[in-house]
């Protein structure tokens, strides 16, 4: 059974993590969310739920006005060939419908298939939001925070500067 919020914010609780959350309408992509980033301090993340040719599972989780370059992101971590991975694996790994992938989903990983990939430039941030298990809020916390949530949960993250495909990436700033 999936975890529910009040159990993330518990178990951010536990682990001493300093957390606040904003309720919202729910927002399914990147521009949807664009009215609330002047409402919730703090670096507005994405996180990327996706499989490799041979059937890994990655979460690559990065600033939200990055596009990030899934063919250089392969390079870089010697993987093969990305794709997005289908809603009923993700549905069945984290335990999240589409436009609600987190790094806090990462709680309902029992089997730890996940490998998480964390953006430098998100990390270098000092508050990051995300959904908490759900689209229709954002949950803040410090950058550090994240990362030890992250190796508390049992993951060793993989700490990069995601490759962007910077024509776009400059469109969205």
Same mark, same amino acid.
């Given at each position: 059974?999936?975890?529910?919020?009040?159990?993330?914010?518990?178990?951010? @609780?536990?682990?001493?993590?300093?957390?606040?959350?904003?309720?919202?309408?729910?927002?399914?992509?990147?521009?949807?969310?664009?009215?609330?980033? =002047?409402?919730?301090?703090?670096?507005?993340?994405?996180?990327?739920?996706?499989?490799?040719?041979?059937?890994?599972?990655?979460?690559?989780?990065?600033?939200?006005?990055?596009?990030? =370059?899934?063919?250089?992101?392969?390079?870089?971590?010697?993987?093969?060939?990305?794709?997005?991975?289908?809603?009923?694996?993700?549905?069945?790994?984290?335990?999240?419908?589409?436009?609600?992938?987190?790094?806090?989903?990462?709680?309902?990983?029992?089997?730890?298939?996940?490998?998480?990939?964390?953006?430098?430039?998100?990390?270098?941030?000092?508050?990051?939001?995300?959904?908490?298990?759900?689209?229709?809020?954002?949950?803040?916390?410090?950058?550090? @925070?994240?990362?030890?949530?992250?190796?508390?949960?049992?993951? @060793?993250?993989?700490?990069?500067?995601?490759?962007?495909?910077?024509?776009?990436?400059?469109? @969205?700033?």
């Amino acid at each position: 059974m999936a975890a529910t919020p009040d159990e993330l914010f518990a178990l951010l @609780d536990r682990l001493g993590i300093e957390h606040s959350t904003v309720q919202h309408p729910p927002i399914f992509t990147v521009e949807e969310g664009r009215p609330w980033h =002047d409402k919730i301090p703090g670096l507005h993340c994405k996180s990327l739920f996706i499989k490799d040719r041979r059937g890994g599972i990655w979460l690559v989780v990065m600033p939200a006005h990055k596009r990030a =370059d899934l063919a250089r992101l392969e390079r870089i971590l010697a993987a093969p060939r990305f794709s997005f991975a289908r809603p009923e694996l993700l549905q069945e790994v984290l335990e999240l419908t589409p436009g609600s992938v987190t790094p806090f989903g990462l709680i309902n990983d029992r089997q730890r298939r996940v490998t998480v990939v964390l953006d430098q430039q998100m990390l270098d941030a000092a508050w990051v939001n995300f959904h908490p298990l759900h689209n229709a809020a954002s949950t803040t916390v410090r950058s550090g @925070d994240l990362l030890r949530f992250v190796r508390a949960l049992g993951y @060793d993250p993989i700490i990069v500067q995601p490759p962007v495909r910077e024509e776009l990436a400059n469109e @969205d700033r």
